[in-house]
């Protein structure tokens, strides 16, 4: 069975545009984590010089062997350093993403291994935006290999440290890290059967009919 690692990248300061309750929502997904069906996993938060998030890990996780918490100094908007870090410390086969405000359902790991063949080096697929505070109402959200489409919501590859993968920093590092990933010669696909990525920061975006849940 194959081992996935899944990075999450933590700053729970304030900042433009932040959500609220974010010290309630880094533990809402820290769970989603851990409820998963798919037991070969770890996951990896990569604290961005914050120490709140270290301290909600050590009061609520400390001795979970699946959650680790690493802690950095605080990097500028948009680094890659930080994910980065995360991939560095992976022990994991399969590299999966998760915001630290987002929440992902109980069989999204299993369903992304479970089409994950040897024939690819990278996976993506559509996320869907929940619409109210209950999560009964969801939409789903068309992802595409382009700018302003794919997220690391979006993507899981495979760990190929051999390769030396690195996140860049900037606007958009999320379409430039496929752009990379393609420029190396690996293969890359979009999954048929999409897992339950809810992304719930919809309304910050600007977006009509939604919120911050």
């Not at 997904?29 to 301290?55: H, M, W």
Request: overall charge neutral.
């Amino acid at each position: 069975m194959k081992k996935v690692s899944v990075i999450m990248a933590s700053y729970l300061g304030n900042y433009a545009n932040c959500g609220s309750n974010r010290e309630k929502k880094f533990i809402r997904a820290v769970k989603s984590f851990i409820n998963q069906s798919y037991p070969n996993k770890e996951l990896i938060i990569v604290a961005d010089g914050c120490t709140r998030t270290y301290e909600i890990y050590k009061e609520n996780w400390d001795n979970n062997p699946e959650v680790s918490c690493i802690i950095m100094n605080k990097q500028p908007t948009y680094s890659g350093n930080i994910r980065t870090e995360g991939l560095i410390e992976a022990t994991g086969d399969i590299i999966s993403y998760l915001d630290n405000d987002d929440v992902i359902g109980k069989t999204h790991i299993e369903t992304i291994v479970n089409q994950f063949t040897d024939d690819v080096d990278l996976v993506y697929y559509d996320d869907y935006l929940v619409m109210s505070v209950d999560f009964k109402k969801l939409m789903k959200r068309e992802v595409g290999p382009r700018y302003g489409s794919i997220g690391t919501s979006s993507i899981t590859h495979r760990n190929k440290k051999d390769l030396n993968l690195l996140w860049p920093t900037g606007y958009g590092h999320d379409y430039i890290f496929l752009l990379s990933i393609a420029s190396k010669g690996l293969k890359f696909k979009k999954l048929q059967n999409s897992p339950q990525y809810l992304v719930t920061h919809y309304g910050i975006m600007g977006q009509p009919g939604s919120g911050d849940f």
